[in-house]
C-alpha cells in the first residue's frame, strides 16, 4: 500500500514557476514508476510526465517538454515536479500516481495504482 500526498501547488503569474512535490508513505516506493498528471475543470485527467522506478528515465507530454523536470528522491520517498514558463493552460489540479511494481504501462491513469488528492495550480494571465 502507498499513501501520496502532493504539496506545492498555488497561484502563479504567467511566466512564473511552481515546484510540486508528492511524499510517499510506505517501504516499497523505490520499487514504482510515478507519475504527474493534471485534470483541468471539464477535462478529463491527462499525462503530464513520468519518471521510473530507478530515476535514470523519464517521459513527458508535448506540452511539458522543454517546461517541465520530473525528479525523484527514493531515500526521501519524494517525487518532484519543476514547472517552470507557466501558461494559463496549465491550470489544473496536479495529481501524482504510483504505477505497480513490474509494469511497464505509464501513460495511461488506469496503468496507475495509487493516487493522492491533488493540488491546485492556476495560473493567471
Known amino acids: 500500500q502507498v499513501q501520496l500526498v502532493e504539496s506545492g501547488g498555488g497561484l502563479v503569474q504567467a511566466g512564473g514557476s511552481l515546484r510540486l512535490a508528492c511524499a510517499a508513505s510506505?517501504?516499497?516506493?523505490?520499487?514504482?514508476?510515478m507519475g504527474w498528471f493534471r485534470q483541468a475543470s471539464g477535462k478529463e485527467r491527462e499525462f503530464v510526465a513520468a519518471?521510473?522506478?530507478?530515476?535514470?528515465?523519464?517521459a513527458y507530454a508535448d506540452s511539458a517538454k522543454g517546461r517541465f523536470t520530473i525528479s525523484r528522491d527514493n531515500a526521501e520517498n519524494t517525487v518532484y515536479l519543476q514547472m517552470n514558463s507557466l501558461k494559463p493552460e496549465d491550470t489544473a489540479v496536479y495529481y501524482c500516481?504510483?504505477?505497480?511494481?513490474?509494469?511497464?504501462?505509464?501513460?495511461?491513469?488506469?496503468?496507475?495504482?495509487?493516487w493522492g488528492q491533488g493540488t491546485q495550480v492556476t495560473v493567471s494571465s
Open positions: 510506505g517501504r516499497t516506493f523505490s520499487s514504482h514508476d
Open positions: 500516481a504510483a504505477g505497480t511494481p513490474g509494469y511497464s504501462g505509464i501513460y495511461y491513469p488506469s496503468e496507475y495504482n495509487y
Open positions: 519518471i521510473r522506478s530507478s530515476g535514470h528515465s523519464t
